[in-house]
Structure formats: C-alpha cells, structure tokens
C-alpha cells in the first residue's frame, strides 16, 4: 500500500508564496501524480498533475504561478505555490497511482491520497 505524506502548508498573505510537499513510501504505479485541492463547500478539484513522461498540466486558475515537480530518486512531489491568492485558500492533496493516461484531472481515478495540507491566503 502507497502511503503519502504532505507536508509544506501554512498561512500565508495574498502575493505570498508556499512550497508543498508529498513523500511517498515508494514509486506508485500509474500514469500520473498530481495535486487537488478542496475549499469548504466545494468539490475536490485538480490543480497540476504529472505525468510519467514529465508532462505537467495545470487548472487555469493557477497556470503561471504554480509549478509542480518531482523529484523521482526521492518519491517526492512538489507544488511550488507562487502569487497566493485568497481563493487558493483550500485543503490541499497529493494523489499518485493515476490509473488513466490523459485523464490525470479525474480524482475518481487516482489509487493513494494523502491526508491533506492545509492551506491559507489572507487578503
């Protein structure tokens, strides 16, 4: 069983930067890794996910300012969190074992989630 690990969240003012990280017990199978996030209310929804071959993808509402990345030596997963706005503010997961190529942003796909980091933008 895959078990993560996320770790990096905080409070933090708007134009404020965080930079997230999931440890994960061993390389998961899967085409994909990503992060999502969940506001209070609001469905889980996808922010940047990786793929095997290193391509990333992201939510529009955060292309530019944040940036995911792995380290694979490691199993660590990064989301480097530039520009926070108050509307980042949500819990947010790591996911790893995607289980369908090009549907990286389906939660309902993913195997292993973390426990969740919150995080916090103050206007």
């Known amino acids: 069983q895959v078990q993560l690990v996320e770790s990096g969240g905080g409070s933090v003012e708007a134009g404020g930067s965080l930079r997230l990280s999931c440890a994960t017990s061993?390389?998961?199978?899967?085409?994909?890794m990503g992060w999502f996030r969940q506001a209070p209310g609001k469905e889980r929804e996808g922010v940047a996910t990786?793929?095997?071959?290193?391509?990333?993808n992201y939510a529009d509402s955060v292309k530019g300012r944040f940036t995911i990345s792995q380290d694979s030596a490691k199993n660590i997963l990064y989301l480097e969190m530039n520009s926070l706005k108050p509307e980042d503010t949500a819990m947010y997961y790591c996911?790893?074992?995607?289980?369908?190529?090009?549907?990286?942003?389906?939660?309902?796909?993913?195997?292993?989630w973390g426990q969740g980091t919150q995080v916090t933008v103050s206007s």
């Open positions: 996911a790893a074992g995607g289980r369908v190529a090009n549907y990286c942003f389906v939660t309902d796909y993913y195997n292993y």
């Open positions: 061993e390389n998961a199978p899967g085409y994909c």
């Open positions: 990786i793929a095997r071959d290193g391509r990333a």
